[in-house]
Nanobody, 116 residues
Framework: QVQLVESGGELVQAGGSLRLSCAASGIFVSRRPMAWHRQATGKQRELVATIALPGTTNYADSVKGRFTISRDNAKNTVYLQMNSLRPEDTAVYYC??????????WGEGTLVTVSS
């Protein structure tokens, strides 16, 4: 059974930094594409960052240069380092993993609130 558990979300001032973690079980983060998404109140969920098997990363234009996705294979954990946070980054952040069969698994999310 695949389980993704996010942590690290909290209230932070604009310009600050946070690191989100996604601890995985039932799936190896080293063997599957992993992603972070976010959903602000009243808005659709959007893709924030992805990391592919060879380590290639991609980012939404709104976070390029500020966010960094990475993974620790030994800990089976994916991270999202977020710097220079803005109020518009306020959202629930979700970790996602896609299995070999094409099923996408989601965590419960972690809330990031950026105050101005």
């Amino acid at each position: 059974q695949v389980q993704l558990v996010e942590s690290g979300g909290e209230l932070v001032q604009a310009g600050g930094s946070l690191r989100l973690s996604c601890a995985a079980s039932g799936i190896f983060v080293s063997r599957r594409p992993m992603a972070w998404h976010r959903q602000a109140t009243g808005k659709q969920r959007e893709l924030v960052a992805t990391i592919a098997l060879p380590g290639t990363t991609n980012y939404a234009d709104s976070v390029k240069g500020r966010f960094t996705i990475s993974r620790d294979n030994a800990k089976n954990t994916v991270y999202l380092q977020m710097n220079s946070l803005r109020p518009e980054d306020t959202a629930v952040y979700y970790c996602a993993a896609t299995s070999y069969s094409g099923v996408t698994y989601w965590g419960e999310g972690t809330l990031v609130t950026v105050s101005s």
